[in-house]
């Protein structure tokens, strides 16, 4: 009884902590979105207003331009002036291949990983851990003259190529430690089934791997989707990707509204990963092995 | 047994982990239809050597034949063997029913057939209201069940079972392994079969391959392992409660203890040979007669009674002879109680003699 009302005590107070500290939280983390994604309807006048800024909530130049305080005139600039569209279809098109090319060296070279015992393996890993410790410029930075020499500078798939080489030794640690929580007796258990070892890899251990393949695709989607270093050197004018183009609106201050294009632009190459985030977060969850051995 | 061809055959197989030696030099022939139950305490290689038989471990010396074919470098799926696994392994994203019928699939069985083999292994084993099931939803025992039923639903010629009924029930566990006899008595497929429950060895074994450090101590059939267990190891890891040894020394026909003189002139002698000097005399519990009984003994003593554990039937009492322990079985109705001295008779013929130093049956 006693001990009861105790913890109930304690409980309350606790509770309200927790409460507020999450909410603040939540509004000191999410409150630079919200200001950038409000501040992406308005004109630079108001959102960069150096005389109040109170301008960039009411918006009192766009209103006095536009005659109303929401404008779409930064996307429209960004997207349809600007070629921001391309820099996103290259987006795109980088970021699927880096994660289609990196999970599926990442699940056969991860299985193969975790399920051999020979000493190599360790130092294979350890290898690439180091590897991938390096900052990425350093890579870039080897890579150019190569690069320059062999005429492939410039293009989507040698950028996809060093993005894939950058994240490559991460997805392999992440997908081994994931089929190292897969028992080895279920392929043997499939092994014995009358399985190859192909098919029971294909047939019994993937089925299972899919949280560990959606965690590590998604990690691998963020770095190629978020990189600057790689594709802002390697990459020429025409095929920049989002990130640099954005780089390069901030870049030419000098005309006004550009500043507004990359608020603009930013705020709609960050829209995708909210919806990827929502769409997958069903799917990261582990113990889909529940019940596959004694417990 | 009519064992003329031989099913399983281990050849001087050797393996080990890096430096540790699990196996070594071991050599079992295995018969055609043979039931063979491989006994030993934990960690002693028998799952190790289930794993070289599936072909699931890469031997590191000597061959294994599966009906007259070496198989030593054959992959899993060549060699014909189904398997229940210690840990069971059922497939956790498949229901019960696509664990039982993923082999047959996998072996291109009619979907006829497979509905049939799966309906029958469920009957058996008791599973049919969890077909739909996935794995996770079941309790331990279930799985285990489940475990069982994926091997059996398979055509093969020879089943290895590594501890499967370990997680069941008292009830089930009589029940499953009387349906296991059954099933081989049907079946007639060549049987391995891992445990540590001696009723189980005892009552499903054609032959029993007693382990220890990875090398075979005894193979024979229960009665043998039972009654003439070849070294000192055998005879206390077979029956229960177990063996009550005796050090003394054989001098002539007598077996001479502080505590006892026996005439050994009507012990067999069918290990090593009679050989005087120091040896260990083992007597079973339930070779030991009480009171009444002890009369018509050639041998004869009082024991005092320390403990006394009814178990139903009968009950087991924890005695001392000057000093030394002395565990024997008295009826169920027995009034024996702590503190009584009761009289207890040997006979020299029922008991075992075993050499000190090299720990071998005389
Ligand atoms: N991968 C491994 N590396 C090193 N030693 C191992 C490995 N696997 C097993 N062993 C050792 O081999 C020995 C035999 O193991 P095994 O699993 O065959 O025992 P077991 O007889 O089946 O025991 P239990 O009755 O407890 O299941 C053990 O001493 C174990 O420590
Ligand atoms: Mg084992």
Redesign the interface.
């Known amino acids: 009884m006693s001990h009861e009302s105790a913890t109930q005590h304690r409980s309350t107070p606790l509770l309200i902590a927790t409460s507020a500290f999450i909410f603040i939280w939540l509004i000191v983390a999410a409150f630079p979105f919200f200001w950038t994604m409000w501040g992406s309807f308005k004109i630079q006048a108001d959102f960069f207003s150096k005389s109040d800024w109170s301008n960039a909530v009411t918006g009192v130049n766009t209103t006095a331009r536009y005659g109303h305080a929401f404008t779409g005139v930064a996307y429209e600039g960004a997207w349809v002036q600007q070629d921001f569209w391309r820099a996103a279809v290259n987006s795109l098109i980088v970021t699927v291949s880096v994660v289609v090319i990196s999970l599926t060296f990442g699940t056969l070279g991860g299985y193969a990983l975790a399920r051999s015992t020979a000493r190599y393996a360790f130092a294979l890993l350890i290898v690439a851990l180091i590897f991938r410790a390096m900052p990425h410029i350093t890579l870039v930075s080897g890579y150019l003259l190569p690069f320059f020499k062999l005429n492939i500078w410039g293009y989507l798939p040698t950028a996809i190529i060093v993005l894939v080489a950058i994240n490559q030794p991460f997805t392999l640690w992440m997908l081994r430690s994931f089929f190292m929580n897969v028992p080895r007796e279920l392929d043997e258990s499939a092994l014995v089934d009358g399985c190859t070892r192909g098919q029971a890899f294909c047939y019994v251990i993937m089925p299972v791997m899919w949280p560990g393949v959606i965690t590590t695709g998604l990690f691998s989607f963020l770095l190629a989707y978020n990189d600057f270093a790689v594709t802002a050197t390697i990459l020429n004018q025409h095929n920049q990707t989002m990130v640099p183009k954005i780089a390069s609106f901030l870049g030419t201050t000098q005309t006004e509204g550009n500043v507004m294009f990359a608020v603009a632009s930013v705020v709609s190459a960050t829209a995708p990963l909210f919806v990827l985030v929502l769409v997958f977060q069903r799917n990261i969850v582990s113990g889909l092995t529940a019940g596959a051995v004694k417990g | 047994m009519n064992q003329t061809t031989s099913s399983v055959s281990i050849r001087g197989l050797d393996l080990h982990f890096g430096s540790v030696k699990v196996l070594t030099d071991l050599d079992i022939e295995i018969g055609e239809g043979e039931f063979l139950v491989l006994l030993g305490s934990s960690g002693c290689g028998k799952s190790t050597l289930l ?1 070289c038989i ?3 471990l890469d031997v590191s010396g000597g061959e294994i034949h599966i009906k007259g074919r070496n198989v030593t470098w054959d ?3 060549d060699r014909g ?3 229940v ?9 498949m229901t019960v029913r696509g664990n039982l019928s ?2 047959l699939k ?2 291109k069985v009619a979907k006829s057939e497979i509905e049939s083999r799966v309906k029958r292994a469920a009957e058996v084993l008791q599973i049919e209201a969890l077909l739909e099931r ?5 309790s ?1 025992g279930q ?1 285990q069940r489940v475990a069982i039923g ?1 091997a059996l639903v ?1 055509d093969v010629d020879v089943f290895l079972f590594d501890e499967p009924l370990s ?1 069941l029930d008292a009830k089930l566990r009589a029940s499953l392994r009387v349906e296991i006899k059954r099933l081989h008595q049907q079946l007639h497929n060549t049987m391995i079969y891992v445990t540590h429950d001696q009723i189980e060895a005892m009552t499903l074994a054609d032959r029993i391959a007693i382990m220890k450090d990875g090398a075979v101590q005894q193979l024979g059939t229960p009665h043998e392992i039972y009654s003439s267990p070849v070294n000192r190891y055998v005879a206390a890891f077979i029956g229960s409660p177990s063996m009550n040894f005796f050090s003394g020394s054989l001098s002539g026909d007598n077996f001479v203890s502080d505590t006892m003189t026996l005439s050994m002139d009507r012990y067999a002698f069918d290990g090593t040979g009679r050989q005087n000097g120091r040896v260990e005399l083992g007597v079973r519990p339930e070779h030991v007669a009480c009171d009444e009984a002890a009369r018509d003994m050639p041998f004869q003593v009082e024991v005092d009674v320390d403990v006394v554990e009814p178990m139903g039937s009968d009950t087991q009492v924890w005695g001392s002879l000057q000093g030394e322990e002395f565990r024997f079985r008295v009826d169920g109705q027995s009034t024996l109680k702590t503190g009584d001295k009761v009289l207890v008779g040997i006979d020299p013929a029922r008991t075992c003699l075993f050499d000190m130093t090299t720990e071998l049956r005389l």
């Open positions: 794993n599936a072909g699931l992959e899993p799926k063997i189904g398997m696994f210690q840990s069971y392994a059922l497939y956790p994203q993923f082999g996998q072996a996935k794995p996770a939803q079941l331990g799985r994926r398979r997680n």
